[in-house]
C-alpha cells in the first residue's frame, strides 16, 4: 500500500509540481547563464 499508493502518488505529485519549475528555470536559467 504505501509502495503503490506512496510511490504512485509521489510520483505523480511530483511529476506536474516539479515540471514546471524545472522547465522555467531550463529556459531563463540554462538560457541566461549558457550565453
Given at each position: ?15 506536474p ?8 528555470t ?10
Amino acid at each position: 500500500l504505501k509502495s503503490a499508493d506512496g510511490s504512485h502518488e509521489s510520483m505523480v505529485r511530483t511529476d506536474p509540481g516539479n515540471q514546471p519549475p524545472p522547465s522555467a528555470t531550463d529556459s531563463s536559467g540554462p538560457s541566461c547563464r549558457r550565453p
